[in-house]
């Protein structure tokens, strides 16, 4: 070591360690790769959300890359969806994301069946039950219904009836996931996480009008997928029926037009 | 941000001499700058900024180091060192001289932040406005620091 040596030469050693820094190339590779991957985990697909006026009142609406992820009546109840979006997703705001969103709403209810075009993301759904039970409800086409119990046992939990009254209520996507098409045993129209009236005014949308008495109409026949036969509610054929393969139609017209037979026993209308 | 990662790499090295807590640090770093990118007001502050974030980090890392050390072994944070160094630099060692290997070895005794002012300045070529902006000190402070890290070098020369 040459204690001489002056500040300059000093100077010029580092000058010279900055130029080949060995193994630098080496290691900033390797780093950009483990970086790389630490990212990857970071990154989180983006969720579009907007808050839009509609003609089933104020909806929040979040559209994610693979479909939509949330929509949530602003005066309803169910889960706050900003909170359950948070941590899986990057929240960006994006009104015209959501106004293509309530446009296809506005014109479903106003009774245009093949609006609701958008795809859907049940990422949000925190069970695999809830999310068989709302995977098989988006089969029920639209102008006919299906009960509780149906549900269930079209799954394969005949007894679970109060979990799919779960699974409904904590639907994320509601209109598009149409837990609306769902009523009680008896025929009544249950109940809505948006309220009744939202429920109604869907189905009514869809042609399948509730009377005052809050139950299916008169004219409502039972459908079995499998026999393609309809019956009334009340033909021994329909109450020996599995009802996980029945649908309820409006009347005898929507069960024709779904390609199924009148019954022989019961003759429906 | 791609843009810095070789001299945040470079910085890095110089303060840990270890491959892997370089490696560690690098990463960390750098997730840290992205989770907190929105929050940047400019363009401009983005170097300093960088090197805030990997300077806090090493500070971080020598205080735990410290604080493991007195509980294990109060003095073999010498040997560690030098064993380390020895270790990451071998390769150099063929090729250079024994002054770069000295050097080395006194840049790595300098204290905290003279020493972070000191690598950013002389190896990386940081000005001293952003070494200031770095090191959250004012732009005189960190040419003082640099000078001090200088003066010890010499010295022990």
New interface residues.
Partial sequence: ???E???DQ??L??DR??DD????DA??T???R??DK??AR?RRPPARVGVIDSPMGRLFIADGPRGILAIHFMDGKGPEPLAMLRGKFDIIEDQAAADRIGEEIRRFVAGDRAALKHQIDLSLVESDFKRRALTRLCKVPIGSVVTYQGLASAIGAPDGQRAIGNAMGSNPVPIYVPCHRVIKSDLSIGNYGGGVERKLKLLRAEGFAVGKDMRVPARAVMGHQRTHIYCRPQCSAAQRADMGRCYIFADSERARGAGLRACKLCHPA | MRRHDREIMRFLMRMTHDREDALDLFQETFLRAYRAYPSLDSEAGLRPWLFKIAANLCRNRARDRTRHSRVIAPAADAEVLDAVSSHHLNHANHCAPDGAMDLRRAIAGLPGKQGQAFVMRKIVGLEYAEIGAALGCSEESARAGVYQALRKLKELR
């Fill in positions: 070591m040459s204690s040596r002056d500040i000093l100077l050693e580092l360690e900055a820094d060995p193994g630098l290691i900033l390797a780093g950009r483990r970086f630490a990212l970071e």
